[in-house]
């Protein structure tokens, strides 16, 4: 967001900049007028924190928020752009890239079960997603959903590993456009990257075409919203009509042998793949942040959501067989498997259309990817989490200008150095994290309303929601430590069982959804959180090390800034509505609660 500022010219007149930023645009609120205020915010930390850590936003609060956008996103999208925007967003780097390389390495020809797996659980987290955006159409998405439902400091952790994840997964499907285009001339996969020996190994591979890729995407997505829809339409057709090719082509050149052995990896193998493989589905939520310019959310955002992963997920498995039918897993290449796989049955020609369908899915991943984050970074600042010059929203385009410009260039400045293999592995920690959150959040949104549900309700929700954490951890930590043992889960799943029977039976659900819910709650939430949880347990080592080192990063940025900005920002929201801190059953005093759905009601004090 510029500020406009007048500048005297020779002749009298006056001419003005449009690109001057002063720090009202990055920090305009009371903690940042003075550096004494700021010592003073410093000095109220622990307050401010406990106060904003047991702060619940709602919805209304939410939708207020797109008015510190200064303009409205244009409402231009429908259900069929939501289904093609949804394909677009996921079918790319990992179906081409990833496939190749879990089943050479890890799973062999059951890399099908391993998208199975991994299909599943993304379709659960679908189903919640769609739930919260209807309710909620904002551009915010799972940020928006947390920050409602769980409150404003996991919400802000939530947000910065959604940041991440959509840098991390952008920079890898720009390097693989690179290996992709270099098959398509005709040369190695790793032809047009250039080696730094004085950088660390798995970061001195640069990609110059990458960055590139990167600045041409940005420039589309600023341009348009619905031209981005059209542009991938066009991409995402010519896509499909490559992988019908791939399918049938392959299965001619089929042979049953290559099937054996079929889990030469054990079921450990396959779970391991399953966890990267997620990888594969990362995107989708892409589509929930298009809640606040889709024209009918309730009909729309479900069949978008919905149809676009059924689509996907079998799409994936089709392509998963294929190609382990077409060769031994041992001989998969793990940087443009398919392209090479029919190049090694004697069909060179057809490596061609590979690599320009793989071209195609992957502009459509990095241009949803494109608007997606922008989205979300935009309904983040508008929070004052991050700063506000964030969410500025252009008139002339109404696209997010300086989101979607600041995240391009993170995601190109990764690209050019990091190799995929970290960049996947990252990747699906913080989804899966994302993921199991936004399910937690679902059955709190059901269960839990203040001044609807009793004190001794909340406290078995509370009771039985640790117990589906606590089981579904321990089963993942199990799995994870222990080769061949089993007596741990004669334990962990009963425990997971009677807590989701527990939700199911003894508390009441307190808030029905008013146009489109997730069906069998509290199973299919509970469901979710295990598997996400589960698939977490499959990552290695070395991907949580660089997950802690984010969230501590984060977590320094809160509280420094984030958190100051975010409370000054509530209380005038509060003030300007007339409301009262909502602070849930914070302090035992009688507060105001507000909600789209449920009257204002006082939280009693007592039982």
Not at 272 to 289: C, I, M, P, Q, R
Not at 370 to 386: E, F, N, P
Not at 469 to 496: H, N, R, V
């Amino acid at each position: 967001m510029g500020i406009e500022s007048e500048v005297p010219e020779s002749g009298g007149g006056i001419r003005r900049r449009n690109c001057v930023c002063t720090k009202d645009d990055f920090l305009p609120e009371e903690s940042f007028k003075s550096w004494g205020n700021y010592a003073n915010a410093l000095r109220q930390t622990p307050t401010r924190l406990i106060e904003r850590a047991l702060t619940r936003s709602n919805d209304e609060a939410e939708l207020e928020a797109k008015s510190r956008s200064h303009h409205e996103m244009k409402k231009t999208l429908t259900w069929w752009d939501l289904i093609w925007f949804g394909m677009g967003a996921v079918i790319g780097a990992g179906i081409f890239v990833l496939t190749g390389l879990e089943a050479s390495q890890d799973a062999g020809p059951a890399v099908v079960l391993s998208y199975a797996v991994s299909g599943v659980s993304a379709l659960l987290s679908v189903f919640c997603y769609t739930e919260f955006a209807v309710e909620i159409p904002v551009a915010g998405g799972s940020f928006a959903y947390l920050r409602v439902e769980l409150g404003d400091f996991v919400a802000f952790i939530a947000a910065g590993n959604i940041l991440l994840e959509y840098v991390i997964g952008g920079a890898a499907v720009a390097r693989s456009w690179t290996s992709y285009f270099a098959t398509l001339l005709n040369f190695k996969p790793d032809k047009f990257l250039i080696t730094a020996h004085g950088l660390a190994k798995g970061y001195n591979q640069l990609d110059p075409i990458a960055v590139a890729v990167c600045f041409i995407i940005c420039i589309i997505a600023i341009r348009s919203t619905k031209g981005s829809s059209r542009l991938n339409y066009v991409a995402s057709i010519i896509h499909i009509v490559v992988i019908v090719f791939i399918i049938i082509c392959g299965l001619i050149k089929a042979d049953t042998k290559n099937y054996t052995p079929f889990t030469p990896f054990g079921a450990r193998g396959i779970f391991k793949a399953s966890a990267v493989l997620f990888f594969a589905y990362v995107g989708f939520d892409a589509v929930s942040t298009m809640a606040e310019e889709t024209k009918d959310p309730a009909r729309d955002i479900p069949i978008g959501l919905v149809g676009s992963m059924v689509i996907t997920t079998t799409v994936y498995c089709l392509l998963a067989i294929t190609l382990c039918l077409m060769q031994p897993y041992q001989s998969i290449d793990p940087n443009a498997p398919f392209s090479v796989a029919f190049k090694a049955v004697g069909w060179s020609w057809a490596q061609y259309i590979v690599a320009a369908g793989a071209l195609k899915g992957m502009t459509s991943v990095l241009l949803v990817g494109a608007v997606g984050q922008a989205r979300y970074l935009t309904h983040i600042a508008r929070t004052h989490m991050m700063p506000p010059w964030f969410s500025y929203v252009d008139e002339k385009t109404g696209t997010p200008v300086n989101a979607t410009a600041v995240m391009m260039s993170a995601t190109a400045i990764i690209a050019f150095f990091t190799k995929l293999e970290i960049l996947s592995n990252l990747l699906s920690i913080s989804t899966l994290f994302i993921f199991m959150l936004v399910a937690l959040a679902l059955l709190v949104r059901r269960y839990y309303v203040s001044g609807v549900t009793t004190n001794a309700n909340r406290n078995k929700l509370i009771i039985c929601l640790l117990l589906i954490l606590g089981s579904s951890i321990a089963t993942a930590a199990y799995w994870g430590l222990s080769e061949k043992g089993w007596i741990a889960y004669c334990f962990t799943l009963p425990i997971w069982f009677s807590a989701t029977a527990g939700i199911c039976i003894f508390i009441p659900q307190a808030r029905n959804p008013k146009l489109w819910g997730v069906p069998l709650v509290p199973w299919l939430p509970s469901l979710s959180i295990a598997i996400n949880i589960f698939l977490l347990g499959s990552i290695d080592k070395d991907s949580f090390i660089r997950f802690a080192g984010w969230t501590g990063f984060l977590l320094a940025y809160y509280f420094f800034f984030g958190l100051h900005a975010s409370y000054d920002t509530a209380k005038e929201f509060e003030k300007s509505k007339g409301w009262k801190n909502n602070i849930e059953e914070g302090n035992g005093t009688s507060n105001v609660v507000v909600s789209k759905d449920v009257p204002i009601a006082p939280v009693a004090s007592g039982n």
